[in-house]
C-alpha cells in the first residue's frame, strides 16, 4: 500500500528558478513530514521536516508547504542550484519519532547550469 | 562524511541462502533503523533498535531479524532468501530515539542481489 506518493519521477529546471516537488499521502494519521536528498551512492540524508500543526516550515532556501485537506506538500527550493540536483524523498510519520517513516518513491531533480 | 558505514557494499546470494549485513553508527547512537529500497522504490522500514531491544517492525516477515551491540554496531540477518529480497538495504542511526526535526543519518546501503 503506497500511501505517499510522489507522482513526477523526474523534474529538470533551469540554475537560479524555483523548484517545486510534490508529495501526496492518503492516511490521515500521519502528522510528521520529512524531506530528504539522496546523491548517488549515498544514503538519504535529511532536508527538512514540518508537523502538522504548521502549514509552512522555511530553512534557508527550503520551504515545506504542508496542506492538511488536500493531504499534500511541496519542497521549495529558491534560487535552484546545480549542487540541488539529486533524487528527492518525501516521508510521512504518525508521531514524532519518526518511527516507521513510510516513504515516497522520489523525484529525480535535475538543476541545469 | 555520514559517520554511519555499512558492509559490504555489494552482496551477491543464491535464494535458500542466509545473509548479514553490517552497520556501524557515529558513537552515542543508540537507534538504528533498517530500511529495504526496492528499485525505482522508496525506502521501506524494516525494523528499529533502541538500546539493544526491538522498537518496532514493519510489515516483514520474521526471516528478516537484527541485533544491535553495546559498541553502536548492528546487524540485518535474513533467512531463506527470495528473489524479491534484491534491494538497497540502508542502515540509519539517531542519537536516541530521532524526532522529526532531527530525522535520521543513514549509511549508503549495501545492494545485495539474490539470483
Known amino acids: 500500500d503506497q500511501q505517499v506518493k510522489q507522482n513526477s519521477p523526474s523534474l529538470s529546471v533551469q540554475e537560479g528558478r524555483i523548484s517545486i516537488l510534490n508529495c501526496d499521502y492518503t492516511?490521515?494519521?500521519?502528522?510528521?513530514f520529512l524531506w530528504y536528498k539522496k546523491y548517488p551512492a549515498e544514503g538519504p540524508t535529511f532536508l527538512i521536516s514540518?508537523?502538522?500543526?504548521?502549514d509552512k516550515n522555511e530553512d534557508g532556501r527550503f520551504t515545506v508547504f504542508l496542506n492538511k485537506s488536500a493531504k499534500h506538500l511541496s519542497l521549495h527550493i529558491v534560487p535552484s542550484q546545480p549542487g540541488d540536483s539529486a533524487v528527492y524523498f518525501c516521508?510521512?510519520?504518525?508521531?514524532?519519532?519518526?518511527?516507521?517513516?513510510?516513504f515516497g518513491a522520489g523525484t529525480r531533480l535535475t538543476v541545469k547550469p | 562524511e555520514t559517520g554511519v558505514t555499512q558492509s559490504p557494499t555489494h552482496l551477491i546470494k543464491t535464494r535458500g541462502q542466509q545473509v548479514t549485513l553490517r552497520c556501524s553508527s557515529q558513537?552515542?547512537?543508540?537507534?538504528v533503523s533498517w530500511y529495504q529500497q526496492a528499485l525505482g522504490q522508496g525506502p521501506q522500514f524494516i525494523f528499529q533498535?533502541?538500546?539493544?531491544?526491538?522498537?518496532g517492525r514493519g510489515n516483514f516477515p520474521p526471516r528478516f531479524s537484527g541485533l544491535q551491540f553495546p559498541n553502536y554496531s548492528s546487524e540485518l540477518n535474513v533467512n531463506a532468501l527470495e528473489l524479491d529480497d534484491s534491494a538497497l538495504y540502508l542502515c540509519?542511526?539517531?542519537?536516541?530515539?530521532?524526532?522529526?526535526?532531527?530525522?535520521?543519518?543513514f549509511g549508503s546501503g549495501t545492494r545485495l542481489t539474490v539470483v
Open positions: 492516511n490521515s494519521m500521519f502528522d510528521y
Open positions: 533498535y533502541y538500546r539493544e531491544e526491538e522498537n
Open positions: 558513537s552515542g547512537h543508540n537507534t
Open positions: 540509519a542511526s539517531s542519537l536516541e530515539v530521532p524526532t522529526v526535526a532531527r530525522g535520521y543519518t
Open positions: 514540518i508537523s502538522s500543526i504548521k
Open positions: 516521508a510521512a510519520s504518525g508521531d514524532e519519532s519518526s518511527n516507521d517513516m513510510r
